[in-house]
């Protein structure tokens, strides 16, 4: 008991050695490094079902990885007997987001069930608090200001009362680790500082690990920020390296990142008739209207008898029409996980904020706005249907920032008449600098930085894995990638 006079160099809270967590259908975690040194506070950000909760149950061993080890406080728990299994999990402290008390208990009931697990059973098999014992709650209690609801029966307090009985019920266990699963789910977001600093004091210097959706909040009280996404580590970073660009990886939606493929364009020996058929292609309006029609010269140059269809609407439809046959090619600004379909990444662009050069009622300065700020501030939106919307929406709803409905006051069905209503006054709006370029050149409209918010526009061409691509639509491709090349200037 008690603390040696010898400094024994504690061992890591949690080290995770390729550490891998299979559900029935789903890899929770796959293949995860993270060493979590004794002391430290570590925050573990990701959007939902990033495996966030998976990790702290492999932290408070209520999990064993399917592959790979998982070691807490020195000790890998799939190989203990449940003798050492029990003392070892008497020593990690977890507050769940459901916060797991007894809602017919007293408050002083749900405290000590921290030191006897945290079952209904055992509140039953609990006997009588001895005079000591209830000394001891009560202090604990005082230290979350809740002294005084000793007796109270838990389901008489609030929502935050609640919380913060969770948190005295494991300052009473008074563990070596200390995990709390989403502190912030059900907080509001005034509150969310005040129930981080109490966690923090609790911690009184022990390792804390807490898993959240939400990064600006933890940033004053977690030096370390680990990025999870998908059951892999992103980033593991300090909390002064967490940029822009890495938020936007953890936040994006699938569907807009990075593809990683390529389309095959190896000429196959050319089938050629005396006038071929039209190259049909279906773009969305950013490729539609901003890239292919730039390369359509050269496309012409080099195969003077073929006629290019293109047709411009938007992602959906594009590859509705590639997949029914009515297009050979598409530039869309969305991928998808469609076994027929091939996408290669050809540009990448950036969503921005747009107002226009006078808008300064708004209280819009030169410093980037926090992404708080954002949701209510007047805006014009695209309709449902722009990947740009969906983007924008997914990205800030997963950031802890969601755009508010109620601030819309117009939704405009192209770049141009959104760009339009945003240089006219109407309100903010966003919309890719490649669309915007001819109005923010212009003086038209102007970017309006936003604090830690990046938002990449990819653009795509997608083909039919199933069909040969003919001669003309390969070259169209080797255009196309010559083109954003340009576009993205000398590397
Ligand atoms: P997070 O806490 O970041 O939202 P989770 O760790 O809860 O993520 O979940 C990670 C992935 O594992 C998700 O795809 C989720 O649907 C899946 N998952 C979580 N728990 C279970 C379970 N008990 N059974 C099956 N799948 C699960
Ligand atoms: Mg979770």
């Known amino acids: 008991m008690g603390g040696t006079p010898t400094a024994e160099p ?29 002391g430290e506070r570590v925050a573990i950000i990701g959007p939902s079902g990033a495996g966030k909760s998976t990790l702290l149950r492999l932290a408070n061993t209520s999990l064993f990885p399917t592959a790979g080890v998982a070691r807490v406080l020195g000790e890998d728990p799939a190989t203990l007997g449940a003798g050492r299994l029990r003392a070892l999990r008497a020593r990690v402290g977890t507050i769940w987001q459901q ?127 680990v990025g999870l996404r998908a059951g892999e580590v992103l980033f593991d970073l300090p909390r002064e390296r967490v940029g822009a660009a890495d938020l936007a990886r953890l936040y994006q939606p699938l569907g807009a990142t990075p593809s990683g493929e390529r389309i095959a364009t190896t000429p196959l020996p050319a089938l050629r008739g005396s006038s071929g058929p039209p190259l049909r292609v279906a773009a969305s309006t950013l490729p539609g209207d901003h890239l292919l029609p730039r390369v359509l010269p050269a496309l012409r140059a080099a195969h003077p008898d073929v006629c290019v269809h293109l047709s411009v609407s938007d992602t959906g439809a594009a590859l509705d029409a590639l997949l029914g046959g009515d297009a050979e090619v598409a530039l869309v600004g969305a991928r998808d996980l469609h076994p027929d379909l091939v996408f290669e990444d050809v540009l990448e662009d950036e969503i921005v904020l ?95 930085p936003v604090e830690r918010l990046r938002i990449p526009r990819r653009v795509y061409a997608a083909v039919r894995r199933d069909r040969p691509l003919p001669e003309t639509a390969r070259a169209l491709l080797d255009l196309v990638r010559a083109e954003a090349a340009r576009a993205r200037g000398p590397a």
């Open 10 to 38: 504690l061992p890591p809270a949690l080290e995770l050695e390729g550490a891998t967590v299979d559900y029935r259908a789903a890899r929770a975690l796959a293949g995860v490094r993270l060493a979590i040194r004794s």
């Open 99 to 225: 916060l797991h008390l007894v809602a017919q208990a007293s408050v002083l009931e749900n405290v000590r069930m921290g030191r006897v697990g945290s079952s209904t059973l055992a509140a039953l098999a609990l006997g009588g608090a001895s005079g000591a014992e209830r000394a001891r709650v009560a202090a604990v209690l005082a230290r979350v200001g809740l002294e005084h609801k000793l007796d109270e029966r838990l389901e008489r307090l609030s929502g935050g009362e609640q919380q913060r009985v969770a948190v005295a019920r494991v300052l009473h266990q008074s563990p070596d680790l200390l995990l709390a699963d989403e502190p912030l789910a059900s907080v509001d977001p005034a509150r969310a500082a005040e129930v981080l600093r109490l966690l923090v004091s609790a911690a009184e210097g022990r390792t804390l690990v807490v898993s959240t959706h939400l990064l600006e909040p933890v940033l004053p009280f977690f030096p370390r920020v």
């Open 354 to 448: 747009l107002a226009a050069p006078a808008l300064g009622g708004l209280g819009l300065g030169a410093a980037p706005l926090p992404a708080s700020d954002l949701a209510r501030l007047p805006r014009v939106d695209r309709e449902r249907g722009s990947a740009t919307r969906r983007i924008v929406e997914a990205q800030l709803a997963e950031m802890g920032s969601p755009l508010d409905p109620a601030a819309q006051v117009a939704e405009a069905g192209s770049p141009a008449a959104l760009l339009g209503a945003i240089a006219a006054g109407l309100g903010v709006g966003f919309a890719s600098r490649l669309s915007a370029a001819a109005d923010l050149a212009a003086g038209r409209v102007r970017e309006v």
